[in-house]
């Protein structure tokens, strides 16, 4: 393996590693036609990689007539049904290229805008020890397209932005990964991830191992007196994010 290795490797979880668009979407149909609106799917489309927030103000603006919090509750609690009766769906090559970063003794950290007992459902699931730390929507200090969240993330890491590489699906997201200094590579879904920044575009993880994300890395990290993209940054929470120092509970990007 080349020795260009990066200090971690800061995964999106919604259409990244799991895809579990269909089960946000699946859920926001019959939420909307409840309070008698309708819901295409192109503006389902139109929620990928927001914070549940924002995505919540839309659906009120759809005519769902309820608290911007109980409508992430409600979205929330029927994707995690879903992912009792289902499990995982994990994204092609996805489980497989984590395991290998783990094998390979590389950090590795979720981000995500799902509330973090999803995330820890999610991460609960998987047949081994996945992820050093957790970033999920009810952590982070301002939601993707902002890059507070991998910033988070690498602080809870011990580890520089400019030293990591983040995995993405959605615009919003690669946003945020770019902004933070990380080296970002976008590998679509739902969405076009055209003049989104990515340094990269795969068009799956398949195949894809440890081997390849350190030639990536070494390919396109920032050379040495390079600033780092860090604009509208903020200071992480501190302590709030190792899974080892037992992390609570509490559509994403």
């Known amino acids: 393996m080349t020795s260009a290795l990066p200090a971690a490797v800061l995964w999106d979880m919604d ?21 008698g609106g309708t819901w295409s799917h192109e503006q389902a489309l139109g929620l990928v990689g927001l914070g549940l927030e924002d995505s919540a103000r839309i659906l009120q603006s759809a005519g769902v007539r309820m608290q911007v919090d109980d409508i992430v509750d409600l979205l929330t609690a029927r994707v995690m049904d879903q992912l009792a009766a289902h499990g995982n769906p ?57 890059p507070d969240p991998y910033l988070q993330a690498c602080a809870a890491l011990g580890v520089a ?11 919003n997201g690669l946003r945020a990964a770019v902004a933070s200094g990380a080296v970002a590579v976008g590998v ?41 993209p860090r ?10 994010f190792s899974l080892r120092e037992g992390a609570s509970n509490g559509h994403s990007a």
Do not use: C, Q
């Open 15 to 35: 259409g990244t590693l799991v895809d579990t668009e269909p089960y946000w979407m699946a859920a926001e149909t019959p939420l909307v036609e409840s309070f």
């Open 90 to 146: 994990f994204r092609p090559g996805a489980r497989e290229l984590l395991a290998d970063l783990r094998a390979a003794g590389i950090k590795t950290a979720l981000v995500t805008m799902s509330m973090r007992r999803m995330a820890e459902t999610v991460v609960g699931l998987i047949p081994f020890d996945a992820f050093d730390v957790i970033v999920a929507g009810d952590d982070a200090t301002r939601p993707k397209p902002f």
């Open 161 to 171: 932005a400019s030293d990591a590489v983040a995995i993405e699906d959605s615009p």
């Open 188 to 228: 679509p879904l739902m969405v076009s991830l055209a003049g989104a920044g990515a340094h990269e575009l795969w068009p799956t993880l398949a195949g894809r191992t440890a081997t390849d994300v350190a030639a990536l890395f070494a390919h396109h990290r920032p050379r040495e007196g390079a600033t780092s």
């Open 231 to 240: 604009e509208g940054a903020t200071s992480p929470r501190e302590g709030a």
